[in-house]
């Protein structure tokens, strides 16, 4: 199939685009790398009347530190992420994840606020910005707010992006030198959306201490007693992750048949981070 018939626009300055959304409002949609916009083009699973381009906008291409977060501009690629092409403020993690996505054609064109605009619950930039405590910028003709991912998405495919906002930037907290963070994942084949993914970060230095927790089928969420558990104090005496997890994952499971296999992902993140 190919889409319906929709005009199409490239913006060279946000404030065009934000414009155009603006008069469009519930008749536009924006794009970036089109990974998954595209598609839903195709199938018509998405019917916009005006298509608004904002990855040539090159205020949405950079990377900046601002104190000790660093903004990462909305159409920064995975690939770019991947390659070291932006500041590491997260020991390798970010690099790590985005080298796992998908496959190199994706990452060439996907962008990591298209990731998290589309907030696919399996898509890996959810759950490792949960876990880091990022937030977004979002911006509209009428001004700037900022929320926290764990808030900004509130279901599958639904988030509090409004009709005229358009994410600029993702904010993500410098870890200490003295850093630790742990990652696994289980997909059916290579480069394809999680099953089921856990990341765990403890930083002694910052007082951090997160586990997070994704599905195939609802939103990534913080593990909040195996977080705690993990941050007793201040790390050195953990006490009996393997319970809080248990825990956690009954409460934060709809499935209990698969509670063996979040399980083993979990407490693999756990030990990659304390090994």
Same mark, same amino acid.
């Given at each position: 199939?190919?889409?319906?018939?929709? =005009?199409?626009?490239?913006?060279?300055?946000?404030?065009?685009?934000?414009?155009?959304?603006?008069? =469009?409002?519930?008749?536009?949609?924006?794009?970036?790398?089109?990974?998954?916009?595209?598609?839903?083009?195709?199938?018509?699973?998405?019917?916009?009347?005006?298509?608004?381009?904002?990855?040539?906008?090159?205020?949405?291409?950079?990377?900046?530190?601002?104190?000790?977060?660093?903004?990462?501009?909305?159409?920064?690629?995975?690939?770019?992420?991947?390659?070291?092409?932006?500041?590491?403020?997260? /020991?390798?993690?970010?690099?790590?994840?985005?080298?796992?996505?998908?496959?190199?054609?994706?990452?060439?064109?996907?962008?990591?606020?298209? =990731?998290?605009?589309?907030?696919?619950?399996?898509?890996?930039?959810? %759950?490792?910005?949960?876990?880091?405590?990022?937030?977004?910028?979002?911006?509209?003709?009428?001004?700037?707010?900022?929320?926290?991912?764990?808030?900004? %998405?509130?279901?599958?495919?639904?988030?509090?992006?409004?009709?005229?906002?358009?994410?600029?930037?993702?904010? %993500?907290?410098?870890?200490?030198?003295?850093?630790?963070?742990?990652?696994?994942?289980?997909?059916?084949?290579?480069?394809?959306?999680?099953?089921?993914?856990?990341?765990?970060?403890?930083?002694?230095?910052?007082?951090?201490?997160?586990?997070?927790?994704?599905?195939?089928?609802?939103?990534?969420?913080?593990?909040?007693?195996?977080?705690?558990?993990?941050?007793?104090?201040?790390?050195?005496?953990?006490?009996? /992750?393997?319970?809080?997890?248990? =825990?956690?994952?009954?409460?934060?499971?709809?499935?209990?048949?698969?509670?063996?296999?979040?399980?083993?992902?979990?407490?693999?993140?756990?030990?990659?981070?304390?090994?």
């Amino acid at each position: 199939m190919k889409p319906v018939q929709l =005009s199409y626009e490239r913006p060279d300055a946000l404030r065009g685009a934000l414009e155009a959304l603006r008069q =469009s409002s519930s008749n536009a949609r924006v794009i970036a790398g089109g990974q998954s916009l595209g598609p839903m083009l195709n199938f018509r699973l998405a019917q916009p009347k005006r298509l608004i381009d904002v990855s040539r906008i090159e205020a949405l291409r950079t990377a900046a530190m601002e104190g000790q977060t660093l903004a990462i501009g909305a159409c920064v690629t995975h690939a770019r992420i991947e390659d070291g092409d932006i500041p590491d403020v997260t /020991l390798g993690l970010m690099r790590h994840v985005a080298r796992g996505i998908a496959y190199r054609a994706v990452r060439n064109r996907g962008t990591i606020g298209g =990731s998290l605009a589309h907030a696919d619950p399996a898509a890996d930039w959810l %759950v490792t910005m949960i876990a880091l405590d990022a937030s977004v910028r979002l911006q509209s003709a009428a001004g700037i707010r900022e929320l926290k991912v764990a808030d900004f %998405v509130i279901g599958p495919l639904n988030t509090q992006l409004a009709e005229t906002e358009v994410i600029t930037h993702v904010l %993500v907290p410098r870890l200490a030198a003295s850093g630790r963070w742990g990652h696994a994942k289980y997909a059916k084949k290579p480069g394809d959306f999680a099953e089921t993914a856990a990341i765990a970060i403890f930083d002694a230095e910052r007082g951090v201490a997160r586990v997070a927790f994704g599905r195939r089928d609802e939103p990534p969420a913080l593990m909040q007693r195996t977080s705690n558990q993990l941050g007793g104090a201040h790390g050195r005496q953990r006490g009996n /992750l393997k319970a809080a997890v248990e =825990s956690d994952l009954r409460d934060l499971s709809a499935k209990p048949v698969d509670l063996m296999l979040h399980r083993a992902i979990v407490m693999r993140a756990l030990q990659d981070m304390v090994s």
